[in-house]
């Protein structure tokens, strides 16, 4: 992987930590937020270290303790204009989970914090982790690193598995625990035994010489370190993982240690609500199980005390002079830049980078400047295009008021000002009819750019001459194709996840969605991936495909799909089916009923994007990165350039945008080629499974999450495996397999498992599961899994003898992958039963080394028809 040293760029530190809760304890003790002593000491020495790392100079560690939400971001904002090269967040307080019916959703407590008893409780002025993710990802810095010392901080994993692969190329996440768990903080006299390591390694290096300490090393040296102690959730006292997700892009260079000169900083201290921290070290709480709050966004008023202010002033006076002050200043009338009005904006994820692009440059650009401050600021994020359409049709009403099974905040992300889809039908498909009970206006603009689709075809397999290449239905292509080169396929992207994936399927059913299924068995075989980047780079991984296969994708991806660091892939020719409707841009002004605070100066806002992107200066970035400027009704301009290497300047007339009936028929008719899935959960409940079985991050809560990866049609059923010696079978059916059309009934059945005084025979009860799941009937191509969740104390009734041969044999021909879900950290280990068992019968080990739910989630999903991480 490649090394991204960010010395000599402007990088930033921003170090948030909350020693002290200033909100009074409510009624229910189990809301009671406790003083966290050591924390005072993780901004000291993260501060000095870092100030004197020689990556961030003493001037570029900002340290703060925000009240509440609204001064969070406000000073999350200030340093993410602060840095182009790295920027990093630390956090160090309570953690909060929610209960099962959002089990991912991480919540990180302000000093004033409150929580609301009720059922279920929630959290006022608490900080949503996934509304902190997208704000990272539209900073300017090159690299973001997120450093969370918290209980429950892998939960943040489950929202960074969610980032478009552009952001996952630039954003690593360190989480000090794994998900679903809590840790000690330590005697409150030194740091949290997390950031005492962190320092330890940053300051001597992770081998103790000194030299730099690049982000998968630390995390690498951390886990080896704090898995010798134990996590404080589970009467087990299960090791202390620290879990990682680094970017995919570069490997990022934090520190250098044993830097001669190392100093204590100057750091920039923020003005803190309440009183000076203090207070007794807490006892680990149990965490409450909120319903979260939605709140407008509202630019508060501080709530420190003038005196604060002046203290801060006066400081900065005498470290920066009269001249740094002014330097904070704005132009003209000199007075200070007040916090811009933040915009939300919702692509499409195909149109996200160039979308992303165009925003930053507009947020630079003098038409967003009032006497040299900046008037808005632009959050942009994508989601699955059939989530945002559902969400936006169905449960626009569920933004501000979420619930277990309609969550638009966790299925598609903040409430938006725009929206960007990629087809101007989606706009239809998603206004409501349900005579005006919908919460959300819709006003869109004509397609300011649009991209035809073209299938993308190695070019020593594609058509000899320009014009048979372009005017002719894409069977005919694809036949053509096939002719030319056996073996040959096609792949498209998941049309559940963009707009592209969905015209795409269109072009391939043509005037026959009936025959979506075998439409479907004729493409590249395995799960779609999720946009047209991800296709273009991941063909190459494997030549034979990359050079047989052709991806049905957008134009413009021919010229910014292409860029990804992999293996020499194969040149490819556009060819241009006269039946694919074509990606069409439109801007879409998004409004909310009761969303009157702000109306008049965020419409305004909204307008002055509209203007600047549907412009020369906006257009010339979509053209730059490959896109045809208008809605496409006509012709290119005489002698224009082809957009991207291997297009076609003049593709001749083109298909017709899709409208917004054929794009619904379409995507249920591949809804039902794929059909429901089915799933059998083995639970072991045997007796060594007592400590490990208790709330949401044991074997009951474990299962019952991964449930949102199923939908109402898919079938599924739980066994617990465990039983007295000469039992007829080897489990207890806890619920039947079939659909389940109320899934909290079926959480609930699962959760009423208990343990038992009797081993597991995990034997008989995979081969038991395996009958029961692969029988199918002729023609019936529906996904199956069998997921085991266990602990591995009973597999020597699975090792002994010839029985693991003999049952890996039946996994290879019985056709049902499994999962085996390890809550053994080791229980994946190369050569253990559990990793034997998933690879013979094409599934997956997960233990919990790793984020287990999230993961088995992921997995559920892929055979179910809900939603995975």
Known sequence: MARFDPRGRVNHALIVTVPEYNSPSPPDPSGVLGDIAAVRHNATELSRVLGAGGVFGPEDVTTCSPPGSDAFFRDLMRARERADGLLLLYFAGHGLVSSYNEPDELWLAMPGTTIVPGSPPAFLQAVRWSDVLPALCQAGAEQVVV???????????????????????????????????????????????????????????????????????????????????????????????????????????????????????????????????????????????????????????????????????????????????????????????????ELRLLTDADAEPTVRKAVDTYLGSPDNRDRGCRRSGI??????????????????????????EANPQRDVGPQPDIWIPGSAASVDRARADDGGGSSVRLKAYEPFAHSPMVLAVPAGLAEATEDRRAGRPLAQFVQALRERASGATVARTDPEYTDSGLLATMGLYGERPGAAAGVERSLLPGRPWPDGRALLCHLPEQDAVDTKTAALVPEHLLKTGVGCERQTRAPRVAEYPADVPLLTLPFVHVTWD?????????????????????????????????????????????????????????????????????????????RRANGPGRVLFLLDSSGSMKDVWDGPGGAPGIIEQSLDGLGGQDAYGAWAVASAPGATRPYTELLALGTHPRRAEAGAAIRRARVVDHEADPYNALRAALTAVGSRAEGDDSPRLIVFVTDDEDNNRLTSGDRLEGLLTSLRQGGVPVVMASLDVGGCAKGRADERIAEASGGRCLDSAADLVAGLRNEVARTGTGEGS
């Open 147 to 341: 450093i969370l010392d918290c209980c429950y901080a892998g939960n943040a994993s489950a929202a960074w598995n969610k980032l478009p692969p552009a952001d996952r190329r630039r954003v690593s996440l360190l989480a000090c625990v794994q998900a679903n768990d809590r840790i000690d903080a330590g005697d409150g006299a030194r740091a949290t035994p997390f950031t005492a390591s962190l320092v330890r390694l940053l300051e001597g290096g992770v081998d103790g010489r000194g030299g730099e300490v690049g982000f998968a090393a630390l995390t690498d040296a951390l886990t080896t370190h704090m898995s010798r102690e134990h996590t404080t959730l589970r009467a087990r006292r299960t090791p202390w993982v620290p879990q990682s997700c680094p970017a995919t892009g570069a490997d990022v260079v934090l520190a250098v240690a044993g830097v001669a000169g190392q100093t204590v900083p100057h750091t920039t201290a923020l003005p803190v609500g309440g009183q000076e921290p203090g207070g007794p070290e807490p006892v680990a709480q149990e965490p409450v199980v909120p319903k979260p709050v939605a709140q407008e966004p509202v630019a508060r008023k501080s709530r420190a005390r003038p005196a604060a202010w002046a203290a801060v002033a006066l400081v900065l006076a005498v470290l920066l002079g009269y001249a740094g002050i002014r330097a904070l200043q704005g132009d003209g009338d000199q007075t200070s830049c007040t916090p811009p009005l």
């Open 379 to 404: 959050t942009v994020y994508s989601a699955r295009a059939a989530d945002a359409v559902a969400a936006f049709r169905n449960t626009s009403g569920f933004w501000q008021d979420p619930n277990s």
């Open 594 to 670: 009761g969303a009157e605070r702000d109306k008049e100066p965020r419409n305004d806002a909204v307008e002055r994007l509209r203007a600047w992107l549907t412009g020369a200066d906006g257009l010339a970035v979509f053209t730059a990165d490959g896109y045809r400027a208008g809605p496409g009704d006509a012709p290119p301009a005489e002698g224009a350039s082809p957009p991207a290497a291997g297009a076609l300047a003049d593709p001749g007339p083109l298909a017709e945008p899709a409208d917004a009936d054929t794009m619904a028929e379409a995507l249920d008719g591949y």
